[in-house]
Structures are given as C-alpha cells and as structure tokens.
C-alpha cells in the first residue's frame, strides 16, 4: 500500500493535538501500530529537535524574524529526510502536527515577512514533499487562546505569547490558503465539542481516503 501524508494545521488552542492523539488511536486499530506515524512540526529527529528548542526558548525573545523563519525551514528539510520521506516509502500513514502552512501563516503573517516569501523559501526546504491532504482546525483566536491560557499554560511557549493581533493574523493567512487551495486543504470548524471536530476530522480523512475509516 503507498504512504499518506496527512498534515494538521491551525491556530494555538485549534486542538490539533487533542484530535491527533485520537485518530492516531483509532488509525492504529485499524492498519496496526506500525502503519501509523504521528509526528510534529517543528521537529521529530535529533536534529531539529535541537532547533526546535532554539525556537521556542523563552530566552531568545530577541530572535530576528528572518532568523526563525530560516530555522523553521531548516529544521522542516531536516524532519523531512529523517523521517517523512522514508515513512512515506514504507507505505506508512504520517499524521503531521504543523507543516510549511504553518510557517507561511506565523512567519509570513504574524511576523509579517511575507507569506509568498516564506512560501517560496520552504520550496528549498521541502523539494516537492507536500501532503495531499490538510486538515486545516479553524478557530476564532480568542477562544484558541482561551483554551490555552485555561488548560496548557504551563506550556505557552514564545509564539504562544504573540498579541491577539498576531494570532489574527494568523488565522487570516490560514483562511486565505484554504480558499487558495480547497482541493488539499479541508477546514473543520474546531470551536464545535472536541467529539465532533474528530468525527468531522474523520469524514474529512475518509473521503479522500475511502480506505482509512
Ligand atoms: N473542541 C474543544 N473544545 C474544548 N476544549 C478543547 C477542544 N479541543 C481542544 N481543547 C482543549 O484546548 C487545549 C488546547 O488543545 P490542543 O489539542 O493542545 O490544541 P493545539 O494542539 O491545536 O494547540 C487543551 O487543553 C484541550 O483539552
Ligand atoms: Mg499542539
């Protein structure tokens, strides 16, 4: 069976950990443990989990935009080669937490450093791996940050502390990749109960792919 790329994209707080952790659960009963990857972005391998930590050190406020913007990149090429590509040719399902959309909606967006540069920027990185299908959790950014500050905020890292209007930002870039490109990304409304954002996250899956689900 050929590998899938699926890749989770959205604001803090979207709950696309929440929703992973049970459509890797549910995935894993249905093809086996083995079948089955989920992995984050930034980061995975050794490698760019030392970026990773770079990036969200709370003690690098003083990070230039471009500089975090080329380690996202570098840290994303890095996760692609270690681990995407050679679980893509195992024929394996890779749920991906965050991809290149995140980095055109934080850095280009939020950052403001452009959202066709950046774009352009992780095509060095990423040399053509792209998912077909994203599922994209969309949420007012209050409520993402609601969530956050309610339930995780003994892990908000530095992004997470962004102004609302940073996070605003965000979430337009996100809506305008969606209806720049339907075909891969699907949007599922994250402000319903967590329940249905994953039975809808489900059917979106499961319409792509009529053999998952
Ligand atoms: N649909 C939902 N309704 C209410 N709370 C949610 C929902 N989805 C997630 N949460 C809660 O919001 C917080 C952030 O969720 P998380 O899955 O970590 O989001 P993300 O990974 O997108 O940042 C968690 O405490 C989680 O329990
Ligand atoms: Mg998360």
Redesign the pocket.
């Known amino acids: 069976m050929q590998g899938k790329f699926i890749s989770?994209e959205?604001?803090?707080?979207?709950?696309?950990?929440?929703?992973?952790?049970q459509i890797q659960a549910d995935l894993e009963d249905q093809l086996g443990k083995d079948r089955v990857v989920y992995t984050r972005e930034p980061g995975g391998d050794r490698i760019s989990e030392q970026i990773r930590q770079l990036l969200f050190n709370a003690a690098n406020g003083d990070m230039d935009g471009r500089t975090e913007a080329l380690l996202f990149a570098a840290s994303r090429r890095q996760h692609v080669i270690s681990e995407i590509l050679p679980d893509l040719n195992a024929g394996k399902v890779i749920l991906c937490?965050r991809y290149v959309d995140s980095s055109v909606a934080y850095q280009g967006a939020g950052r403001q450093l452009g959202e066709k540069e950046i774009w352009q920027l992780n095509q060095f990185a990423i040399d053509g791996v792209m998912p077909e299908l994203t599922v994209y959790?969309d949420i007012e950014s209050e409520i993402?940050l609601r969530?956050?500050a309610?339930?995780?905020s003994d892990?908000v890292n530095r992004l997470d502390k962004e102004k609302l209007a940073f996070h605003q930002a965000v979430r337009q870039a996100y809506l305008r990749m969606y209806h720049n490109d339907p075909d891969r990304i699907k949007l599922v409304d994250?402000?319903?109960?967590?329940?249905?954002?994953i039975t809808d996250v489900r059917q979106v899956i499961h319409t792509r792919y009529p053999d998952l689900f």
């Open positions: 989770f959205g604001p803090d707080g979207a709950g696309k950990t929440s929703v992973l952790r937490d959790l993402g969530r956050i309610e339930h995780r892990q994250a402000s319903q109960p967590l329940d249905q954002v």
